[in-house]
């Protein structure tokens, strides 16, 4: 069975971090686009990040930059999100997706692509 699952999500401190992970099973994430997205209640689905399948190449949200960090790991076939500094504005269901049509990491966040989700992660940032 195909899928991807998260995990990671939780409730944070402002200021704290968090480390999302996405693993998948079914396929192996090598020749795939992975991206990180995001839905807060009330507003769109959001790309936060995304990386490529092969030169490493990242895009992040302007929202995120500096504070969050995208990595692969194709040998555990999973994908982590690195959150630092969160901030009550990080409040959201976080979501990982492939996409085989390996899409660059631009295009990937900005029109929310992919072939695969995961059922997604709460990530609530709280006092």
């Known amino acids: 069975q195909v899928q991807l699952v998260e995990s990671g999500g939780g409730l944070v401190q402002p200021g704290g971090s968090l480390r999302l992970s996405c693993v998948a099973s079914g396929f192996t994430l090598d020749y795939y686009t992975i991206g990180w997205f995001r839905q807060a209640p009330g507003k769109e689905r959001e790309g936060v990040s995304c990386?490529?399948?092969?030169?490493?190449?990242?895009a992040y949200a302007d929202s995120v930059k500096g504070r969050f960090t995208i990595s692969r790991d194709n040998a555990e076939n999973t994908v982590y999100l690195q959150m630092n500094s969160v901030k009550p504005e990080d409040t959201a269901v976080y979501y990982c997706a492939a996409d085989s049509s390996r899409p660059t990491v631009r295009s990937m966040c900005l029109n929310l692509l992919g072939d695969y989700w995961g059922q997604g992660t709460q990530v609530t940032v709280s006092a």
């Open positions: 990386i490529s399948y092969s030169d490493g190449d990242t």
